[in-house]
């Protein structure tokens, strides 16, 4: 019913910056909370930032000052932008999406991940 499609990864330099996007497809009646995720190698996946309905934000202390979260809901979109990147921030980064959705005539609610994007800071 719904597929979110993750972009915008790649290799960088410390001190660098991505650009994360997450866009969701489907019929979507309505996107609520979205979040950034992230895992790195040996380590439990952790909340990096996430957007409410009405653009509340929240970071992790780890990446505040340095990373932004955003949204475009005309295009169902989540951006996180990155900036001053450092070796710690290396992990698979993953789009995390709370969503209504139209199923015949009915709505449903439903929560969605994205496939995962490898971030790599390395000199």
């Known amino acids: 019913q719904v597929q979110l499609v993750e972009s915008g990864g790649g290799l960088v330099q410390p001190g660098g910056s991505l650009r994360l996007s997450c866009a969701a497809s489907?019929?979507?009646?309505?996107?609520?909370?979205m979040g950034w995720y992230r895992q790195a190698p040996g380590k439990e996946r952790e909340l990096v930032a996430c957007?409410?309905?009405?653009?509340?934000?929240n970071y992790a202390d780890s990446v505040k000052g340095r990373f932004t979260i955003s949204r475009d809901n005309a295009k169902n979109t989540v951006y996180l932008q990155m900036n001053s990147l450092e070796l710690e921030d290396t992990a698979v980064y993953y789009c995390?999406?709370?969503?209504?959705?139209?199923?015949?005539?009915?709505?449903?609610?439903?929560?969605?991940w994205g496939q995962g994007t490898q971030v790599t800071v390395s000199s």
């Open positions: 489907g019929r979507i009646f309505r996107m609520h909370d």
């Open positions: 995390h999406v709370e969503l209504r959705y139209w199923s015949g005539i009915n709505i449903y609610s439903g929560d969605y």
């Open positions: 957007i409410t309905s009405d653009s509340t934000t």
